[in-house]
């Protein structure tokens, strides 16, 4: 009897337990326009997007995956499309993009199964097919997170849905081998081994690589200086990309307890939010706290354990028939 009433109270507790930590609803906010690109050189590029992906297309798409996620809102849905575009931003810039977001791979998948709209789209957007491919094989690299969040927060200004759909920015440091190829190699090095191919996105390529080249810069400077509390902590998640210098001196010189130091410079909203730390896998790439139930890699990859999905221009993928 003793053993009984100890197993149901522990049941009572986990259930309990599991309540309290419900996933975060999205916000009814409105979207902001021009997908909120913050970069005046990286704007042609969402006008662009928007021309080469139909209306009809968009419809089916959102029409799809509301009948397939009877639980998701209008709105919801909105606000993930909105991110899976700002995704595609990025992918038009950067040579390789994983995938952070459950919720965003969901929709991309969804329209990998409107085989020609999606054809059609890719080709007018990235004159080739972005191919959307499970990473089963592919070595995880630390810090490419914190890669893909400091070039997200240098072009886009994030929403407080951003945070719920990718997870909260900046919780890692970025990989020392990437910093070390940006502080060493030219400009065509970098352009050659990091950002995708073509003129379209060459202006605001050219910015990421002396902005980051730049932080770099500022960073050694501050550390000579020896400063005790080099940064102090800003006011608003707003106000996100002027925590990329801390982010980038603390990747440098503070890597080991990265995480300690740039919850210093936080805006207070963010760490009384809860969603410190949200990312539920760890490795290369994986999906978040606040994800699709499923929270996999479409093709069976499952986002814990470091795999994940990413976006490429060539090679294999995992298309709809």
């Given at each position: 009897m003793i053993v009984f009433v100890f197993i149901f109270g522990m049941a009572v507790s986990i259930i309990s337990g599991n309540k309290g930590k419900r996933r975060p609803r999205l916000y009814a906010d409105e979207l902001p326009e021009g997908l909120g690109i913050e970069k005046d050189a990286a704007k042609p590029l969402a006008q662009h997007l928007e021309?080469?992906?139909?209306?009809?297309?968009?419809?089916?798409?959102?029409?799809?995956?509301?009948?397939?996620?009877?639980?998701?809102?209008?709105?919801?849905?909105?606000?993930?499309?909105?991110?899976?575009?700002?995704?595609?931003?990025?992918?038009?810039?950067l040579k390789s993009v994983p995938m952070f977001s459950g919720k965003v791979d969901a929709v991309w998948h969804e329209m990998l199964m409107f085989t020609r709209d999606y054809e059609d789209f890719s080709k007018k957007f990235y004159n080739s097919f972005l191919?959307?491919?499970p990473?089963?094989?592919?070595?995880?690299?630390?810090?490419?997170?914190?890669?893909?969040?400091?070039?997200?927060?240098?072009?886009?200004?994030?929403?407080?849905?951003?945070?719920?759909?990718?997870?909260?920015?900046?919780?890692?440091?970025?990989?020392?081998?990437?910093?070390h190829d940006f502080r060493t190699k030219s400009e065509g090095e970098l352009l050659a081994k990091y950002f995708r191919d073509g003129e379209a996105a060459r202006e605001i390529q050219l910015y990421l690589i002396r902005q980051l080249k730049n932080d770099i810069r500022e960073a050694e400077m501050t550390f000579s200086k020896n400063e005790k509390k080099p940064f102090t902590r800003i006011s608003s998640s707003h106000d996100m990309s002027m925590l990329l210098p801390a982010a980038v001196f603390f990747s440098i010189y503070e890597h080991d307890d990265y995480s300690s130091h740039?919850?210093?410079?936080?805006?207070?909203?963010?760490?009384?939010?809860?969603?410190?730390?949200?990312?539920?896998?760890?490795?290369?790439a994986c999906s978040t706290d606040h994800d699709s139930d499923s929270g996999s890699c479409s093709g069976g990859a499952n986002c814990s354990g470091g795999s994940s999905c990413s976006s490429c221009g060539g090679g294999g993928g995992c298309g709809g028939s």
């Open positions: 021309k080469a992906m139909s209306d009809g297309f968009q419809s089916n798409i959102k029409n799809r995956m509301l009948k397939e996620h009877p639980s998701w809102s209008e709105k919801h849905f909105d606000w993930v499309f909105f991110e899976l575009k700002r995704f595609f931003v990025l992918s038009s810039i191919h959307h491919t990473n089963m094989e592919i070595v995880p690299i630390p810090g490419e997170r914190a890669f893909f969040d400091w070039v997200y927060l240098q072009v886009f200004s994030p929403a407080r849905n951003s945070r719920l759909i990718w997870g909260e920015f900046l919780r890692t440091p970025i990989e020392q081998g990437i910093l740039i919850e210093e410079v936080l805006p207070v909203e963010m760490m009384k939010s809860g969603y410190a730390g949200a990312t539920s896998c760890s490795g290369f």
